[in-house]
């Protein structure tokens, strides 16, 4: 049978079939459209601005290498004016992310970016490791995931970056609508298809590859040979999430468009006004200062639960109320640092070499 | 495996399962019997049970029979038009009927002395909620080849209900002139008719076609589901097919509201599968919907017709409970459409799947959808499934993915063209082509995707002579589609190698190439 020539450019042989639109390409077609389509979100939603300072969350795994690359590219290829920045968090999880900060430090130099790696001893002085070993496995993902998104918009505080880009993908966010819509979660239901969000103290976090699918971002670093960690992590096991995602999977196999489909529907709906009327406004913490929908934000809740040794009763709302009625938190239990917007905290530079 | 029925997790990280029911086994209603079910870790007795389904069916159904809210608490019931059932045969369609009926049409007024209605059989206590009601039953079987014809049984369960009508359609009805002449009151509409590929499927463009004569009903039918890419656009226009017959068909009899049998169940499988069709735009609707045909430029608005579905608080277990402790007869809905695998099917696997483990999350479902509404005013109706329209859909599909290097979006962008692909690139402007009708534009995201959106897999060589167009339902054409200004645009760990490449390897076409 002939080679099928590539249905973009016409003349080279296709050699793959884009998961996204079921074309038939060339390798170097793919390339372009991968890269201007994400060219394409970054620019029509404004995303940046010339000598915007942006952090790219960095794993290490496929979704931030592939990030970073294509960031990296895109930056010079219009010339965005960005100082980019590799933002990565070492959760404390032996064997794990020791492994994949490995891979980060690489891009560090492949990229020629400069490089902060902030850790959750550092700044709530336990790991993941000592979590689990305190509450088990159970609920360990509400701990590591609060965690984390605090300590990127500390990391990022750190670098004095006006903006988190992050390597979350359209697989990703279509799984999040459908998790939201399951377990009714509306304020999250609302926001989970914006491509960025802010809040008031916060620094501006995007999802420049919020169209891009999962299948794609492999595909590109397969053929682009780059360096990455898988970053399936020994602590997750996220029932509720796994179901979220086999279902997912299960339609993305019925019909490909799926997984855009359903971000097109979380953009066409959104919370009634009589609903977002009766949420809770947003305030800062009173102990750390960083955004919360309480007096104490989630961070501070869960490590004082974890500093009382009462971790795995402060998951829930009642929860927390009954670790209230045993009276106040003693004086003398560890505390997140004050969220300040421009702390100083050093930063690791790539060698020259 | 573990409680959740997830292999992959393991059991330390998992929530305890929840008791099946509380302290008690004594109905939490009245207190006093054992209870005979658990509902949602609550236990009913068999007399209990029974009333709190009928009240979960008219506290939905009940605020929107009149036409206007009053001011009083307790408002006489009064609707403004006829009543229209839908009937598939199914469990919930069956209850449907059977609480209907009892609730508003057995004539159960209070008696005077002499056995006559009290206050005379003009007593407004005494009127009905809606003058009269039909049965509107779709048979589907002209779809496939095969297929047993069940109108008959139905008639048979319809009939043992004196105060309804049945109004027996077929699902090739969609495609029959004479039918659309009745309800619409049309003397004629044109069939619209769309190119095919070579592959025997829609084009991308949906470029109309000139019309080819002869076919059946049945035929043109066929025609149209063949053309189709993919089983869950089968499915989906099979659906929508049977919606919009009925829709038309209560409208046509002064129908002013339209009820279903949907299921707490069946509308979580609803919500969830139109979502994951696209549908998010018209999540309103799938749970209740006030429709009228849009009416041609210069004639009178039509009336509203109400599409409620009262069952929507009530689940299929609870269904199923009360069909079997109230003897309805359920004949169950046909297998051979049931078996089509695609999105609906696959959202009924796993919504059936969580409720039997997590039945609080089939309601979380229907309670979340019901808090959502569409973001932006809408464009108009789609011309398919008549439900209403986002406008910039096209701008939209053609901003999140690049399909052709003709867009005049693009322009800036060839410059970066890797240079073994620009041989062949015409970066010309294009000539003026003549404008070709297209439906792009008129049809919904949903609607859209249905007609277009392909399978990873490849797809069948049509069989040789196969028509190189499609016609599409009649009421495609209503508002008169030539006349309307309808033209489109005219524009035609170290993770190892072998790891990599197993997740890409299905999109690959030739392995070899990609050692290049």
């Not at chain 1, 895109?74 to 404390?92: A, T, V």
């Not at chain 2, 009905?128 to 589907?140: D, L, Q």
């Not at chain 2, 749970?287 to 299929?316: C, F, Y």
Request: glycine letters at 6%.
């Amino acid at each position: 049978m002939a080679p099928t020539s590539c249905s973009l450019c016409r003349d080279a042989k296709a050699i793959l079939k884009r998961p996204k639109t079921g074309q038939q390409i060339c390798k170097n077609c793919f390339f372009f459209v991968f890269e201007t389509e994400v060219h394409h979100t970054i620019t029509e939603s404004e995303l940046f601005k010339p000598g915007d300072r942006v952090a790219i969350g960095a794993s290490g795994g496929k979704d931030s290498t592939v990030l970073a690359y294509v960031m990296k590219t895109l930056n010079e290829r219009y010339n965005y004016g960005l100082d980019l920045f590799l933002l990565s968090i070492d959760e404390g999880i032996t064997g794990y992310r020791d492994d994949s900060l490995e891979t980060v430090k690489r891009n560090q130099q492949q990229y020629d970016m400069p490089l902060k790696i902030l850790s959750y001893d550092e700044l709530y002085g336990w790991t993941m490791d000592a979590i689990v070993e305190q509450i088990g496995k159970k609920n360990n993902c509400t701990f590591c995931g609060v965690f984390r998104r605090q300590a990127l918009d500390r990391g990022a505080a750190s670098l004095k970056v006006d903006h988190i880009v992050t390597g979350h993908n359209a697989d990703d966010i279509a799984e999040t609508v459908l998790m939201n819509i399951m377990r009714g979660d509306i304020a999250r239901l609302g926001r989970c298809t914006s491509i960025c969000t802010q809040g008031e103290d916060t620094i501006k976090r995007s999802k420049p590859f919020k169209y891009a699918y999962e299948k794609e971002i492999v595909m590109y670093a397969y053929f682009k040979k780059l360096d990455y960690f898988s970053t399936e992590c020994i602590y997750s096991p996220d029932a509720y999430r796994g179901h979220a995602r086999t279902f997912l999977k299960d339609l993305e196999a019925a019909r490909p468009s799926a997984i855009i489909d359903i971000i097109h529907s979380g953009e066409a709906f959104e919370v009634k006004e009589e609903i977002k009327a009766a949420q809770k406004a947003q305030q800062t913490c009173k102990r750390c200062g960083y955004m919360s929908s309480n007096d104490l934000c989630k961070a501070c809740t869960l490590l004082e639960g974890l500093e009382r040794g009462m971790a795995s009763s402060v998951i829930t709302d009642r929860a927390r109320k009954n670790m209230d009625a045993m009276g106040p938190a003693p004086d003398n239990i560890r505390t997140i640092p004050l969220f300040r917007s421009t702390p100083t905290i050093a930063v690791e530079l790539p060698s020259q070499s | 495996m573990s409680s959740c029925g997830n292999p992959a997790a393991e059991e330390q990280a998992l929530m305890p399962r929840r008791l099946k029911f509380g302290n008690s086994k004594d109905c939490v209603r009245c207190r006093l019997k054992p209870g005979n079910i658990v509902i949602r870790h609550a236990v009913y007795c068999k007399e209990c049970f029974t009333p709190i389904v009928d009240m979960k069916f008219r506290k939905v159904l009940e605020p929107s029979v009149n036409a206007r809210v009053g001011t009083s608490k307790r408002p006489k019931l009064k609707a403004s038009g006829n009543l229209c059932l839908g009937f598939s045969g199914g469990l919930g369609s069956s209850i449907l009927l059977d609480i209907v009926h009892n609730t508003y049409f057995s004539g159960r007024t209070p008696l005077d002395d002499s056995g006559k209605p009290r206050g005379g059989t003009n007593h407004p206590r005494n009127a009905s909620v809606w003058p009269s009601c039909i049965v509107c039953y779709v048979e589907a079987c002209g779809a496939f080849a095969g297929m047993q014809d069940r109108t008959e049984d139905i008639r048979s369960v319809v009939e043992r209900y004196p105060s309804f009508d049945f109004v027996p359609l077929r699902i090739e009805d969609a495609f029959d002139g004479s039918w659309w002449t009745k309800v619409s009151g049309l003397k004629s509409t044109p069939q619209v008719w769309l190119e095919l590929s070579k592959e025997g499927l829609l084009t991308d463009d949906l470029h109309v076609a000139s019309q080819v004569t002869g076919l059946t009903p049945v035929e043109a039918m066929r025609s149209y589901l063949s053309s189709l890419p993919t089983q869950t656009a089968i499915s989906s226009a099979l659906q929508n097919l049977a919606r919009v017959l009925i829709l038309h068909t209560a409208h046509s009899r002064g129908s002013s509201h339209l009820l279903f049998g949907t299921s707490l169940t069946s509308l979580s499988i609803s919500l969830l599968s139109s979502i994951s069709q696209g549908g998010g735009y018209t999540i309103r609707e799938e749970l209740q919907e006030e429709w009228a045909p849009v009416a041609a430029s210069g004639s009178k608005p039509s009336n509203v017709l109400r599409v409620i579905r009262p069952l929507r608080d009530v689940t299929a277990k609870e269904c199923a409970v009360y069909a079997w402790w109230n003897n309805i007869s359920v004949i169950g809905r046909d297998k051979q459409r049931r078996a089509i695998i695609g999105i609906v099917a696959l959202t009924k696997n796993f919504v059936v799947g969580l409720e039997k483990d997590y039945p609080s999350t089939v309601s979380t479902i229907a309670r979340t959808c019901e808090k959502l509404e569409p973001k932006d005013a809408p464009s108009g109706q789609c011309r398919l499934c008549k439900r209403p329209m986002q406008s910039a859909i096209q701008e939209w599909k053609g901003r999140i993915s690049i399909r052709s290097y003709s867009d005049d979006k693009l322009a800036a962008d060839l410059a970066h063209i890797p240079s073994p692909c620009r041989g062949n690139l015409d970066t010309s402007i294009p000539s003026q082509v003549p404008p070709i009708l297209a439906l792009t534009d008129f049809l919904c995201y949903s609607c859209h995707t249905t007609l277009t959106s392909r399978s990873s897999r490849g797809v069948k060589q049509p069989a040789p002579g196969v028509s190189s167009a499609t016609p599409l339902p009649i009421w495609v054409a209503d508002r008169g589609l030539y006349e309307d200004g309808l033209m489109g645009d005219g524009a035609r760990r170290k993770i190892p190698e072998e790891e990599m490449l197993d997740t890409v390897a299905e999109f690959l076409i030739d392995n070899q190439d990609c050692e290049e």
